[in-house]
Every structure is written in C-alpha cells, then in structure tokens.
C-alpha cells in the first residue's frame, strides 16, 4: 500500500497549483492599479485625519463647513500664466485642500495640505495656474494618469457621479456635492444627501470610460456611510 506522494509527483501537483492559480486568479497590473488604490485609500485617510483634529466650526460664519479639507480629483489641467505654458488633457489628478478663502472650491497655494513626509511638498499633483505639475512642489505620483496610467475615475452609489470629491467633518463622516446653502445635511438631488447615507464606491480605471471596465482593468475604492472607513473591495 502506498503512504504517500513520491517526490516527483509532489512537485507535479505544486506545479499543478501554480498553473491554477495564474490562469484563475483575475490579474490586475499592480503599478496601475493596486499601488494606485492604495495609494489614494491612504490619501482619504489622511484627509478623514486632518479634518477630525482642525474641525473649521466657527460661530461667526454661516457657511463654516464649506472649508471642511477635502479630497478632489481632477483631470484637463491648464495652465495660461505658468511657464511652460501647457494643456495637461485627460490626466487625472487629485488635491487635499481646506478652502478658506471665499469657498471658491479652488484651492491656492495656502489652501493645500502640506505632504507630512516633505514639509517643502503640497498634497497636491498639479492645480490650474497655481502649483504647475512641473513645479517640484507637487507630487508626481498624485497625478494617476502619469504615474500609473489611469484613464478614467468614476464616483458611484452613495456619492453622486460626477461630483469628484469628498469632504469629511470633524467625526470624520464623509460629505459629497458642493455645499452653498446653509444647510450642511440637506438633499442634493432626489436620491443623494451631502452626507453620505450609503457606502461610496471610487472606480479607478486604465481605460477610457469606467462603465465598460472589466473587473481586470478596474480597482474600486469603497467609503463606508456615517463613518467614513475607506478601504478597498
């Protein structure tokens, strides 16, 4: 009676496994897809942090929470009075910023958040007319289609499309959509809140249009409602 597997044939069966494994486990291109993600759950994160310990509660302005920091992503930079004067087309790129003056929603240079690793950096891949892409101030790996070839962005579910950011307040819960009015938890639309209600879903794509991504081209990024955890599916 045989006990067990000979050698060879144990190494057949590793093989085997290995075989399995490549040919089932979906793929995904780890420097533009994976490290991405992680990359930008750290950057939410990090946005969620300060946001929790620099709460912009001010009694004498009614439109406090408008500065609250946020995290945006943005793609077409342009710049008309830096030099080199250059069109940035279709490249993704995101900011974290706390917009102080005049809630304009556009940051300057004052306005973004400093990188803690680099005092002398901005968390900030490039911004129009204000911190070109070139400039060593901002960060080259903050501009996803440069740096990991991402085509498209794609907000979904809880947070509403199109609608490229997040804001958090000081318990860390995360807000979608522009806030103008004074009322910070009001109704955007028949079906989105400013405060998110449901789990936010990011797409992060390396190609042209997220809604015909396969599942091998395409990362998603969820931020769950109330607490704001942000993790990757």
Known sequence: ?????????LIFVIVIIGILSAVLTPRF????????AHQVVSHIRYTQHLAMVDNK???????????????RFKKDLVYSSLPPNKTFNNVWTYYIFSDKSGYTHHPDIAEMARNPQNSNQFLSGGFNNILHVEDERSMKEMRLGDKYGIKDIKFSNGCRGGINHLQFDYLGRPFNNYITT???YGVTSATHQRLIRRRCEIDLCIVD???T????????????????YTHIL
């Not at 009676?1 to 044939?9: N, Y």
């Not at 291109?29 to 991405?36: E, K, N």
Request: aromatic letters at 8%; a negative charge; hydrophobic letters at 35%.
């Open 57 to 71: 509660f001010n009694s004498n302005d009614a439109e406090w929470y408008q500065g609250r920091w946020q995290i």
């Open 209 to 211: 249009d997220c809604s």
């Open 1 to 9: 009676m045989r006990r067990g597997l000979t050698l060879i044939e």
């Open 182 to 184: 004074n009322n910070p």
């Open 213 to 228: 991504a396969l599942d091998n081209e395409k990362v998603i990024i969820a931020i769950e409602a109330e607490t704001g």
């Open 29 to 36: 291109d780890r420097p533009t897809l994976t490290q991405a």
